[in-house]
């Protein structure tokens, strides 16, 4: 009984580990979302591995009352599903800065930020473009961004992939 336990967990871990998985080598875009009001991020991928990559983030405001920044970095794990599509999981943290001011009412302040993330992405095989849909939940430490400690992101992701 022993042995087909080990067997069964060992040709599981093959399975779910040994996948073939294509995951972009580099890939740059767009990641649209709307958390607290930061619309669209400029978005860098850098594969690590097969199955893991870095991601980098930078999300600006600028507008007639507030000024922001927020840069937010994770790492992921990615797990092929079928065909170009894969899910994704990870973790990071980020950094950003605000200020608003309106009619002489002025604040500014700066924060650090703890991130989860999980998605799905397709990437097409005839042309160098992947689109991702994916949900990183933010806390938030330090000046708030918005008076939360929370911000949840759902996003939509547009990047070209090279080598």
Known sequence: MKKLILSAIAIFGFAFF??????AKNALGLRFGDNDGFGAE???QRGLSNNNRLELDLGWRNSKNVDAYKLVGTYQWVWHIDGGFNW????????GSWSYNHH???DSGTYFLAAGQIG???????IPLMLSLDFRPEYYFGDGWGGDDFGPDI?????????
């Open 42 to 44: 400029i978005s860098y």
């Open 88 to 95: 994704y999981a990870g973790v990071g943290a980020g950094v």
């Open 18 to 23: 040994a996948q073939g998985q294509e995951i």
């Open 155 to 163: 996003a939509l992701g547009i990047r070209y992939k090279f080598n």
């Open 104 to 106: 002489g009412d002025k």
């Open 120 to 126: 799905i992405e397709y990437g097409f095989k005839e």
